[in-house]
Every structure is written in structure tokens, then in C-alpha cells.
């Protein structure tokens, strides 16, 4: 499960202009600042593949790359910027939902949760909605290197990814498989990778 090449396809500002080949897809998902493009770099290992802007409105599109000329990253804007107005906050939910529920080629939403704070509201909320609309989710936590005790409130990443499973358990059937990442020590990048081969040759 290795990635030789990758390359950018396209942004697409509507589920619609998405790429219709059918190749199976991948999407990355997560509150801004919690690691995506690293994460993404990372998977490729390049530096600026995911050359995402930081403010809010300019990353309003779902950006395609192809691997291995076979199957698809996607990277979704990030969601929970408190500045966005809130007419940009509806849009992209309305966006990124309508991907969800009608993108046949969607294998799995990778959804990352930032292990180094504790577990936040608005991925709960996140993580809760995919499990009751029963679209298929991977939980990818970000940061595990991160052991600052003053930064994490004193708790560890462990402890903030038992918390967090625990809080969405009651919306799943089964719990979602989930794989503890650094983008610093590049810890779970391949475990990511094997278990994204995994999932297309279900
Ligand atoms: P995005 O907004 O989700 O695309 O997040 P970025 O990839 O831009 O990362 C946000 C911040 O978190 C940056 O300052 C990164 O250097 C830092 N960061 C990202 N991944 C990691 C990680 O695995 N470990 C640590 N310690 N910091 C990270």
C-alpha cells in the first residue's frame, strides 16, 4: 500500500462537478487547524500538495487527487471557523452534506479528530450525523505526538481519544474503525494506507 504517484485533478465547487469516472474515493474531513493538509502531505509525502489557503471562503471547494492513477484523496473544506459568516457556515454544510449522502464512489469519510485537546462539540456533532446517516467513517486522530501536559490540559492523547469514542458509541451500530496519527513522527500513515487498500478490495 504504497503511494507512487499523486497528483491534483481538480476543485469542484458542487458535488456535480466532482470527476465521474467512478474510481473509488477517500474524503478528508475536520475542523480547520486540526492537521488536514499536514495529514494529506504526509500520505503523499509531499510538502505542499495540499496547498489549502487558511481563510475561510477560499477553501469552500472539494479538491480531488488522484493516486496511483487508481483511486481518489479528497480533501473537503474544513469545517468550524467561528469567523466564517454565517451564510458561508450553511453553505458549506449544505455542500459537504449533499457529498456525503449522494457520492457513490465515497468508500469512507475519514474523519479527524485533533487528539492532542479534549474532544470538542462540533466534531461530536460531526462524527454523530455520519453515524446516524450510517455513511461509512474511519476516525483519524491527529497530533498523537502532541504530550505538552500545560498545552493538553493534562491529559494525554489516549485518554482524549477513550473519551471521544466513548461520547459517539450510542450512534453507531458498530464502532468505527479509528488509527492514531502524527504528521510529525508519521506515525499511523501507513496503517492509513493499508487500511484505505483494505476497504477497496472489500
Ligand atoms: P488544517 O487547517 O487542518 O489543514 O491544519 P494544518 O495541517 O495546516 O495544521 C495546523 C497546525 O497544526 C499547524 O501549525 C501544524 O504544524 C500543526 N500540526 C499538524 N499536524 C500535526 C501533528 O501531527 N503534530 C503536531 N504536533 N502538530 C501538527
Known sequence: ?????????????????????????????????????????????????????????????INHFKVNDSWYLVDLPGYG???????????????????????????????????SIPAKK??????????QKKVPMTLVFTKCDKRKKKKNGGRRPEENVETFQSLIREYFEAAPPWIMTSSVTNQGRDEILLHMSQLRNY
Open 122 to 131: 462540533i466534531d461530536l456533532d460531526y462524527a454523530s450525523w455520519l453515524g
Open 81 to 115: 471557523y467561528a469567523s466564517a459568516p454565517q451564510e458561508a457556515r450553511t453553505n458549506w454544510d449544505e455542500f459537504t452534506r449533499n457529498y456525503f449522502l449522494s457520492r457513490e464512489n465515497l468508500v469512507s469519510v475519514f474523519l479527524l479528530i485533533d487528539a
Open 1 to 61: 500500500a504504497q503511494v507512487v504517484n499523486a497528483d491534483f485533478v481538480k476543485s469542484s465547487v458542487r458535488p456535480d462537478d466532482c470527476p465521474r469516472d467512478g474510481l473509488p474515493e477517500f474524503a478528508l474531513v475536520g475542523r480547520s487547524n486540526v492537521g488536514k493538509s499536514s495529514l494529506l502531505n504526509s500520505l503523499v509525502r509531499r510538502k505542499r500538495l495540499a496547498l489549502t489557503s487558511k481563510k475561510p471562503g477560499k477553501t469552500q471547494c
